[in-house]
């Protein structure tokens, strides 16, 4: 079972998360916690001295977290960005694929499903800044305008 | 018509794998039924009255004759031997096994199908004009663009948990066959100043308990940042789309909310944005994609005549076919609306045989309409005969189309767990009605669209007449709605008063077609003069 997974190589933030409020009141923090109400966009001029974001799922079935952490990565954000929350087996894929590189779900979750979900699409048709190459670009390759 | 390649298979053949795993992970307990149900929504699979349905995706309504065929097959195979085309251009089968649903979904992926998002709070089945590439009244054949958003909103990361479900349709003309403006996002293809295409946007329509008709907020995309532009739309739908009521989800509420025009600033932001993501497809895709969709070899020394002798046939030709682009051709529509029979129903035999009529006659082609008919798009008038004589054969020669008989019901609360009322009943009694006594014909055109409750699948909205099931202290009941429409001249019906009982609605009905029929002047359809008469006279013959 896995109780985190982290795609990342540095050391983790070893602080808890401030709210994007407390963040941006003051704070020298370099970990925040978006909830699903809170504008990712509001950080972005504190980006550089952030280390960890962590974006909440209170439910799975909320999917703003996927569009605030495109926002980010899309705005250079190079730092930790975890999902913490009902982060679930089937959802992680499409989590990872909008740039988060960690997860923390509330609920342990069991490894050969983790990595069914991460190996299951051989190709995908957007592209999400993910790095992946989309199925269009795969069909042209010569191709410089996608 | 599109083909998939290695990718695309590729793509359908996981999704068949993934979902045969999340049914073993329910059926061992590590997911629970809450955890379960948008995964099988997402595949089409909803927990009706009876049993499990599946909803399968035809993107806009186009498949050839093998396809059709293994949909009769599999309604042989996995269900009572029929199935249910819906007003999404989609097919339903109402009697399944869940622990069989992967193989369903298996059989349809070995003929290029799924029932990928086909429900759930997710972009749903692109729909588009049924007679596109056939209509001379076209700009361009809106398919490719269709085909380009299905690819692109496939597994959309970032957009599989909306805030509600979110429906797409594509046209290219001006006369609208798709009801474009109560869509989500309805994009209309048209020519710029200098002929070059882009898309027109409409974002915010809809029918369900609010019904709304969309603003247009962008004249012009370039094509190529057509999917750039959408992604932004939904971006700030994602974003800012109201989850804390469901009933309030919708993207009509969040356009409404803010007003039309600051949603289209917040989109013209994100679309700025967007565009340094590169996130667009090489303009080639757009072209590989288009190949697909020219035009079939049509037969250019094809008799340009029809053989009207036989009166039965020439009145099916009147009612069943529409103008082709090409002189000696027309689209013939298979109405699925036989007197007294449930509204989009097909056995899996009447299936077969409309895909052995496609192969024949139709360049291998059909389409589903949203009023719940096929159409086989290019029939050479020299085929039409004998095309006819098949169709009556087999129970699918009525000629009915846009009359009072072709109506649109939803499967109301004989299997919908939503459902106040039941709709099929009542349409099946309307149908026999006006058939009996002939008035159907002297009607002319007259658009009814019956739903078993306030979700709107039957578009009752959108009907010259609507009606709408409610449920009036455990007993059913019928509102009467006049004057909608879906076509380019959208309007919404209203209510005339008080609701029905069953066999009242009926007669009401029939009493509402009286009035028409006593105050129509020189060619009006019942919409017309309703709208020239307004909704008093026939307040006063219902209640007066």
Do not use: F, I
């Given at each position: 079972m896995v109780d985190i997974l982290r795609f990342r190589t540095d050391e983790a933030v070893d602080h808890p998360a401030v709210t994007v409020d407390s963040f941006l009141d003051q704070s020298n923090a370099t970990a925040v916690r978006i909830e699903p109400g809170d504008d990712a966009r509001d950080l972005l001029p504190h980006l550089d001295r952030l280390r960890l974001i962590e974006i909440n799922f209170p439910t799975y079935g909320d999917g703003r977290g996927y569009s605030a952490a495109r926002v980010l990565r899309e705005a250079g954000f190079a730092g930790e960005l975890r999902a913490v929350g009902d982060v679930l087996v089937d959802q992680i894929g499409n989590m990872r694929r909008c740039g988060f590189d960690a997860f923390e779900p509330d609920q342990p979750l069991d490894s050969s499903d983790v990595e069914n979900a991460f190996n299951r699409w051989p190709d995908v048709y957007q592209a999400t800044g993910d790095g992946r190459v989309p199925i269009w670009n795969l069909r042209h390759p010569g191709s410089a305008d996608g | 018509m599109y083909l998939y390649d290695q990718y695309d298979q590729a793509m359908v053949d996981a999704r068949v794998a993934e979902f045969r795993d999340q049914c073993q992970r329910r059926i061992d307990g590590k997911l629970s039924e809450d955890q379960f149900k948008p995964l099988r929504l997402m595949n089409g699979l909803y927990l009706q009255l009876h049993a499990y349905m599946l909803r399968v995706a035809i993107p806009y309504g186009t498949l050839n004759g093998r396809q059709m065929r293994a949909l009769g097959d599999i309604a042989d195979t996995f269900d009572r031997k029929y199935g249910h085309f819906t007003t999404r251009q989609n097919i339903q089968y109402n009697w399944i096994k869940l622990e069989e649903a992967p193989d369903i979904l298996e059989a349809l992926a070995k003929v290029e199908m799924h029932a990928i998002q086909?429900?759930?709070n997710c972009i749903r089945n692109i729909s588009s004009d049924h007679f596109a590439g056939a209509a001379?009244?076209?700009?361009?054949?809106p398919r490719p663009y269709a085909e380009l958003l299905r690819q692109w909103s496939s597994f959309h990361p970032e957009f599989s948990y909306l805030p509600r479900k979110f429906k797409f349709a594509v046209i290219a003309s001006?006369?609208?066959?798709?009801?474009?403006?109560?869509?989500d996002i309805g994009i209309n293809i048209v020519r710029g100043d200098a002929g070059e295409l882009g898309a027109a946007f409409y974002v915010g329509g809809g029918m369900g308990r609010t019904p709304m008709i969309a603003p247009l907020i962008r004249d012009f995309v370039p094509l190529d940042q057509l999917i750039t532009y959408t992604e932004a739309c939904l971006r700030v739908y994602n974003r800012y789309?109201?989850?804390?009521n469901k009933y309030k989800a919708r993207i009509k509420i969040l356009v409404h909310e803010l007003g039309a025009q600051e949603y289209t600033r917040q989109v013209e932001e994100e679309f700025a944005h967007l565009l340094t993501q590169g996130i667009e497809p090489p303009r080639a895709e757009l072209e590989r994609i288009k190949s697909y969709f020219v035009d079939p070899a049509f037969d250019a020394n094809a008799p340009d005549v029809i053989d009207r002798t036989d009166p039965d046939f020439a009145v099916w030709v009147d009612r069943n076919t529409h103008p082709h682009k090409q002189h000696n051709y027309v689209s013939a529509v298979i109405s699925l609306k036989p007197v007294g029979g449930i509204p989009g129903d097909a056995t899996a035999d009447q299936m077969r045989l409309m895909a052995e009529l496609g192969e024949a006659y139709s360049f291998d082609e059909l389409r589903v309409i949203h009023t719940q008919n096929i159409v086989l798009p290019h029939v050479r008038k020299a085929d039409l005969f004998t095309l006819w004589q098949k169709l009556v054969e087999a129970g699918l020669g009525t000629p009915n189309l846009d009359q009072i008989g072709d109506i649109i019901a939803c499967?109301?609360?004989?299997?919908?767990?939503?459902?106040?009322?039941?709709s099929i009943p009542v349409a099946q009694k309307i149908s026999e009605r006006f058939a009996a006594s002939g008035k159907g014909e002297a009607l002319g055109e007259l658009k009814l669209k019956i739903s078993g409750c306030i979700n709107a699948c039957g578009h009752h909205h959108a009907g010259h007449i609507g009606i709408l099931g409610v449920d009036k202290k455990g007993v059913e009941n019928y509102q009467l709605l006049l004057g909608g429409s879906e076509a380019e001249d959208t309007s919404l019906g209203k209510i005339t008063g008080p609701g029905f009982s069953e066999d009242g609605i009926v007669d009401a009905v029939e009493t509402a077609a009286d009035v028409y029929l006593r105050e129509r002047q020189n060619g009006e359809r019942f919409l017309d003069t309703y709208r020239r008469i307004g909704m008093e006279p026939f307040k006063e013959a219902l209640y007066g």
């Open positions: - | 086909t429900s759930g001379a009244d076209e700009v361009a054949d001006e006369t609208d066959r798709a009801a474009m403006r109560l869509h789309g109201r989850r804390d499967p109301g609360l004989d299997y919908c767990s939503l459902a106040n009322a039941r």
